[in-house]
């Protein structure tokens, strides 16, 4: 446009300060609402601006249609969000209930294992120091005898593996 004439503009290096139409410009031509079948070099930016102004008031002034179904639309999203939501939290709410009670019972069983292993290290420790083994076994069948042998076997391999 400025080569033709239409626009003169005040540049100062690479910078632009001012774009003026040109007082000897043709008139502007009454608005068409074809702007699109207008080349680059042909097209009018203020018959462009004025075309989608009067798109915008048209719309607008169609009524609350188009934009009562699309806030239909993002109501019912909304909604649909809302509940997905509320499902994930009661899910993680009776997952942290699951792991409270999980918690719970694994510390209930790591105490009865400890008192267990200490019941079963004092009895050991009374067996060997009692100088009358015999007297114990005539308290104690061949199977309660073969039970704390195990016991006690199994008590030493499990003290073995900690210290190594």
Known sequence: MERSGELTR???GKR?????GSTSAPAAEPFKADVTTLGPTQMDYEQL???LLVRV?????????PSAETDS????????????NAEL???VA???????????????LKSQLERTAGNLELLTDRMQSRP???ALSKRLGTDEQALLHQLRNGASRKQGNRVG
Not at 100 to 107: A, G, H, I, K, Q
């Open 94 to 108: 009776r997952m942290k209930a699951e792991l409270r009670v999980l918690t719970e019972e694994r510390d209930a």
């Open 89 to 91: 939290e009661r899910a």
């Open 49 to 51: 601006a004025a075309a």
């Open 16 to 20: 632009t300060f001012r774009i003026e």
């Open 132 to 134: 009358t083994h015999d």
């Open 73 to 84: 639309w993002a109501r019912r999203r909304i909604e649909r969000l809302e509940r997905q």
């Open 10 to 12: 005040t540049t100062k």
């Open 57 to 65: 008031v048209e719309s607008v002034s169609a009524g609350s249609n």
